[in-house]
């Protein structure tokens, strides 16, 4: 029916705000003369086929006052505007969606597949990656190298617009590109991404490929260098391949969209971007929509509960029904450049927002002895248990259950017909029996209520995690913040969550349940506009700097006025992405054309780092404008500050009366009458005094009894009485080991190890640990036992605790508060020498010896792989001791033939700075615990953990000695030396317990492969947490059923002078296959590291500087295939997990040009199952160099099993040329080392992983 040219005029004025999940469709709609109204429609109903549209539909029945039938064209004459914000993007990066685009890449083909080439889970045998987001490649021979330092002769000279010396090497053949472009159009592709290597500097390559594609007929065409002109090329190239992928789908919607529509006018219909502000329908794209639903949220926070008076920075607290997202907010937007979304990588500002697998729907599990939330989750269907649907237990129901959720006052909308009410009855149900199970399983009684509570104490623990990361490991405090709760399910966590972070206000705004929504309403069109530009920042650049940006906020400016906004509606904020000299941590600096902009980065850098690198360098990589335009509707009153409004309410508060009482399970009280009151009827000024249960009909509020709820005009203010909070450590009794506490002190020592690893990981400068993670950081007991081992680098999973307790033993009685201790030595306990242990043991990328990066491949005796350190002191009762460690870094080592220092001193230093500030971070944090819950009880739950542990794998033990009728399980392989590596597990089919003797074993050899008992360790304790394919603590426990059997003389058990550095990166690697085959696991996977090092010793430079340089890699090959699944190409396995440095960084900073970084094709074993394929490195020096490798299956095929085939060998190459520019390529064998002069390459073929079973083929 037509709607009345009258009606639409005294409707005009209407603005929408959509937020669309997954599951609801929040609306949020204003009129020119009518309240505001709250919508949640199904993301999914057979009713209508697009739930904006009907969302739309709704508002427009209630603005016209006229109802309006579905199907029907809507008029939206009367309506101003229209601002969504949308999961399309977001859910568009898990399945695959119709028509994937094709990736340009020049010769790296294969680049996006092998990514930094770590694997997400480091205990998944399979190694499973994400996919990636194209279905085809095109190889184009294009080159572009970086002449700032080395040049090529022969070749142009030309400035790119980062300021960079280019020269072009290979420019695309355009006859090429258009046959390969056009044959690919043939096959029914239409969207292109396109990244070249040095694009963000040189982009005319990808301009010219562009122009080609458009001619044949590509509708959309993605380039990196215009989405992202940022170097690394990994990220970049993602970057466009999202694009590529998801902005035609986006586009396809929208158009679909737009035709429900009658009277669109142009600009009426807006879009959310991840980054926080709007943007016209025709300029959203997939890049910057992958967060567009969350990103509603903060601006939500921002806009509704920021109090500019007071200033207290927020953390945001979005709670859904399947993961939480937090985020921070201190008066400004914080952007992150680089981000990773369902395992994709990508460079485009985006809020910093971080997410938990722990939500409403998270499933409840009691497993290996502690209590589990998430990360599965029950969905929608079957959902909790509570919706009669015969779904599990999950949070929402220990909510149900414990009466902070209220079924009387929830629609009847559950059941197989969706007309009942929520079932609180089976819920009680299934929590009664886990109840009698934990009591019979652990022997201690638990009531069906102690362990509801125990499930949301732990789901609490997961939620403060990446509060934390987002505040404590940035240096904030997150004490020193509020809470802004939104989202369905915040309310009813918002003060266990406040109460364990020590915050002690909470703020919810009473449209909470839709805030993203109202954020969208309140939010800001945005241009933005962004280029490389490599400079030093000081004094003599700053007039070009503040130029360069004037000119990207003139064009910003100008594409918002041409969407009519004045200039005073406008305002800009200027950015500058800047790094140290030799670092490749940027941080995005906001900055005036007044300020010091090399001050401005210190600053931000020490508050973030913790440290500053004086004397060095500050450069610029970036340059980036954000323009904002404010259109004021004049209907957002302005409202009194909060901090105003609750000191006024505290003069004269209302005291509400509760509509009815009900029954609420709390800790400290057991089952306690409680209040619960109707939002919607509370007055401003009312105060609420806990325990309390406030609702509407989109959310539950639980005041907990320590809290007091006050009323205000928008919002419910929740103050925290944290003195009064329910002492968890009143509630531990201190003798007996209580399930529920055991599962939180789980979380607590994990948490302590991850945010030691976070601290060193931030304040560290070399590239082994910002870049590669070459590090682990532990936890340990009063004994020198492993409580807890963040999960970093599986080779030193299990070592560490070898070179603690020697530690341990040697000082006894002899270390004071403030003590820190440096070792390396193998006979303390350590791997090999670059690992330096600061009771967080971490890879130095070198510590002197032979040949730089100290993996020397001919290595005889210690003394040939740099500085050895036993024990050392190097903080005594809080003194740092540097000039004795310099003198053990530098000096020591010359005392020995042939011995050499570090040559990487300075980095050496700041690192080890670096791991003391993690130490110093972990006592802080076992302080915290000892003084909330006592000394006597950390130390229980510190030895309960490992009993746990412990537990899990006796029965894994005991579940294969029953699968092979108590039979020795028994592996054999061979070093590339022929060195024998034999195995016998006889496992105690009763106790659970095994032994492992390696008996048969060769002897200790005349080189470097000698692998202390600490890697034989780490090679069984990873091994069996893989086996057990569940998450269980991963510490001492797991070894104490194991007895381990090392003949006296063989190479993993060697002399104190024997070298050992090969023992860490490739012995390790053949022990772990050699575990694995005896369980009869998988299939060999690479058994190597393939550990590459290239530098040159000190020289003196032309200003009289003496500079030397040692770099350090380890590179991927093929995973083994195993019982369902094929093996990984291109992926870390085992006893490794660290990344490669992206190439663009790499041709930066070192003397080099990456020729070739491929797959390697049919190197997997074949099998039912293949292995994973390796891949090929080539490396072409611009300079003489030193170079070595260290590797291993270059004789010894990786075996398959089951009748699989083996993976093929490894392989490395010295191609070099004669003076008549002949090539020859040399075989240099596994482990070898070479003088290599300009213009020669290395080239290392990893091996292949083994497959499994017996190929149909």
């Known amino acids: 029916m037509p709607i009345a040219l009258d009606t639409l005029r005294s409707a005009a004025g209407i603005r929408i705000a959509i937020d669309r999940g997954g599951t609801f469709c929040d609306v949020f709609a204003t009129f020119a003369h009518h309240p505001p109204v709250i919508l949640k429609v199904l993301s999914v109903d057979a009713a209508y086929p697009d739930a904006p549209t009907e969302a739309i539909r709704r508002v427009l029945e209630i603005g ?41 890449s020049l010769c790296f083909r294969d680049l996006l597949h092998i990514g930094n080439q770590s694997r997400p889970d480091l205990f ?37 617009t980062s300021g960079e010396r280019i020269q072009v090497e290979h420019v695309p ?57 940022m170097i690394r090329i990994v990220p970049r190239a993602n970057s466009a391949a999202a694009d590529a992928y998801l902005t035609p789908e986006l586009q396809k919607y929208l158009q679909g969209f737009q035709k429900s529509f009658k009277n669109l006018r142009p600009r009426m219909l807006q879009f959310m971007q991840s980054d926080g502000g709007l943007v016209n329908a025709e300029s959203f794209s997939g890049l910057r929509a992958i967060l567009s639903g969350p990103a509603g949220g903060v601006v939500g926070i921002a806009k509704t509960c920021w109090d500019e008076k007071l200033q207290v920075p ?29 395992g994709v990588t990508i460079q485009s500002p985006q809020l910093d927002i971080n997410t938990v697998a722990a939500g409403g729907g998270s499933l409840l599990l009691w497993q290996n002895g502690l209590l589990k939330v998430g990360p599965q989750s029950a969905g929608a269907s079957p959902g909790p248990a509570c919706y009669r649907k015969g779904g599990p237990l999950t949070t929402t129901d220990a909510n149900v259950f414990l009466g902070r959720l209220l079924p009387a006052h929830f629609p009847r909308i559950f059941g197989p017909n969706e007309n009942q009410s929520l079932d609180a009855d089976v819920v009680k149900e299934k929590f009664t029996a886990l109840a009698k199970q934990i009591s019979t399983d652990t022997g201690v009684q638990k009531t069906a209520e102690e362990i509801a509570l125990g499930f949301l104490t732990v789901a609490t623990e997961a939620m403060c995690l990446p509060i934390r990361a987002i505040s404590e490991a940035r240096g904030y405090d997150p004490s020193s913040h509020h809470l802004a709760v939104f989202g369905g399910a915040g309310g009813q966590s918002a003060c266990d969550v406040a109460a364990t972070l020590d915050m002690s206000r909470i703020l919810i705004h009473k449209s909470s349940a839709i805030l993203s929504a109202f954020g969208l309403a309140k939010a800001e069109l945005v241009d933005e506009s962004q280029e490389s530009f490599a400079i030093i920042a000081d004094d003599s650049s700053s007039d070009l700097l503040c130029s360069r940006l004037a000119v990207l906020r003139v064009r910003s400016e100008g594409r918002l006025i041409a969407q009519g906004f004045t200039k005073s509606q406008i305002s800009s904020t200027s950015y500058l992405n800047m790094r140290y000299d030799g670092s490749d941590a940027t941080l995005m600096i906001a900055v005036e054309p007044s300020h010091d902009f090399v001050q401005a980065f210190k600053a931000k850098h020490h508050q973030e780092f913790g440290f500053s690198l004086e004397g060095r360098s500050v450069w610029v990589d970036d340059l980036r404008v954000r323009v904002s335009g404010v259109q004021d509707d004049g209907r957002d009153a302005s409202h009194e500050a909060l901090d105003d409004q609750i000191s006024r309410l505290k003069m004269a508060p209302l005291t509400p009366t509760p509509f009815e009482k009900s029954k609420v399970y709390f800790g400290s009280t057991g089952w306690t009458d409680t209040g619960v009151y109707k939002l919607g009827q509370l007055m401003p000024g009312s105060v609420v005094r806990g325990p309390a249960v406030i609702i509407d009909a989109t959310q539950t509020i639980v005041a907990a009894p320590s809290a007091v709820a006050m009323v205000l005009d928008d919002h419910v203010v929740l103050d925290i009485d944290l003195q009064n909070v329910d002492s968890e450590g009143k509630m531990v009794h201190p003798l007996r080991v209580d399930p529920i506490r055991l599962s939180v002190f789980g979380h607590r020592f994990m948490s302590i190890a991850e945010q030691m690893g976070r601290t060193l990981q931030k304040t560290s400068v070399s590239v082994n640990i910002k870049e590669r993670l070459d590090f682990s950081c532990a936890l340990f007991d009063p004994d020198g036992r492993l409580v807890a081992n963040a999960p970093h680098v599986p080779a030193m999973l299990g070592s560490m605790q070898f070179a603690v307790r020697w530690q341990h033993e ?27 242990t600061v009771v967080t043991p971490r890879h130095h990328a070198d510590v002197g010896g032979q040949t730089p990066g100290s993996m020397p491949p001919f290595s005889k005796t210690i003394y040939d792989e740099g500085a050895s350190i036993l024990t050392f002191k190097v903080v005594s009762a809080g003194k740092y001791n540097e000039d004795e460690l310099i003198r053990l ?47 006597p009880v950390v130390q229980m739950y510190m030895y309960a953990i490992q009993t746990t542990a412990e537990e899990a794998v006796r029965q894994l033990l005991r579940n294969f000695s029953k699968k092979h009728s108590g039979k020795a399980l ?22 659970g317990s095994a032994t492992f003797d390696f008996t048969g074993t060769g002897p200790e050899v005349y080189g470097n492969w000698n692998a202390p008992r600490a890697i034989v360790n780490s090679s069984i304790i990873y091994s069996l947490r893989c086996l057990l394919a569940s998450d269980i603590p991963l510490n001492q426990g797991c070894m104490t059923p194991i007895n381990v059997v090392i003949p006296d003389g063989c190479f993993l058990k060697p002399s104190a002078d024997a070298a050992v550095c090969a023992g860490n990166v490739l012995t390790s690697q053949r022990l772990t296959d050699v575990v694995l085959r005896a369980f009869e696991a998988c299939a060999a996977s690479q058994g190597c590291m393939n550990n590459l090092t290239f530098g040159y010793d000190a020289e003196v430079t032309a200003s009289g500087e003496k500079k030397s340089f040692g770099f350090y890699e380890t590179i991927a090959g093929g995973g083994g295939a195993g019982p369902g699944w094929h093996g990984t190409s291109g992926v870390h396995t085992h006893m490794t997990n660290t990344r490669i440095t992206d190439p663009e960084i790499m041709e930066r900073r070192y003397p080099v040009i990456l020729r070739r970084f491929s797959l390697r094709p049919n190197s997997g074993g074949k099998g039912q199952y293949h292995g994973g394929d390796g891949v090929v490195r080539d490396i072409e020096f611009r300079r003489e160099v030193q170079c070595s490798i260290l590797s291993e299956r270059r004789v010894y095929q990786p075996y398959g099993l089951m009748g699989g085939d083996p993976g093929a060998l490894g392989v490395n190459l010295w191609i070099s040329k004669d003076a008549q520019g002949q090539e020859r390529a040399l075989s240099i064998g596994g482990k070898n080392t070479a003088l290599m002069a300009k213009g020669d390459r290395i080239v290392i073929m990893t091996p292949g992983g083994g497959g499994y079973g017996v190929s149909s083929e």
């Open 64 to 104: 016209y006052d006229s109802p309006i039938p579905r199907g029907e064209l809507l008029d939206v004459s009367g309506v101003e505007v229209i601002r969504m914000g949308t999961t399309v993007a977001t859910n568009g990066t898990l399945p695959l969606i119709h028509s994937p685009p094709c990736l340009l």
């Open 124 to 160: 998944d045998l399979s190694a499973k990656r994400p996919g990636v987001l194209y279905e085809k490649v095109i190889e184009i021979k294009e080159r572009v190298l970086l002449a700032d330092v080395y040049t090529m002769e022969g070749l142009p000279v030309v400035i790119g």
């Open 173 to 229: 053949d355009t006859g090429e590109c258009r046959k390969h472009l056009k044959s690919f159009y043939d096959d029914g592709f239409r969207s292109l991404a396109i990244s070249f290597l040095h694009s963000y500097t040189y982009p005319k390559h990808e301009i010219l490929v562009a122009d080609i594609a458009r001619e044949v007929g590509f509708t959309h065409v993605s380039l990196s260098s215009q989405l992202s002109p």
């Open 314 to 342: 927020l953390i945001g607290f979005d709670m859904g029904g399947t993961s939480t997202d937090v985020s921070r907010f201190d008066g400004k937007f914080e952007h992150l450049m680089e981000s990773t979304t369902a």
């Open 810 to 836: 040697y000082w006894k009685g002899r270390l004071h508060d403030g003590d820190v201790i440096l070792s390396n030595s193998a006979v303390s306990g350590g791997v090999h020498l670059p690992d330096i």
């Open 889 to 935: 870094l530098v000096e020591e080592p010359l005392k020995y033939p042939g011995g050499k220092g570090t040559r990487t001193l300075k980095d050496n230093l700041s690192d080890i700075n670096a791991q003391i500030a993690a130490t110093y971070k972990g006592v802080r944090l076992v302080k915290n615990l000892v003084s909330k819950y006592t000394l």
């Open 970 to 991: 028994v592996a054999f392989d061979r070093m590339d030396d022929g060195s024998p590596i034999a195995l016998r597990i006889d496992i105690d089919s009763e106790s």
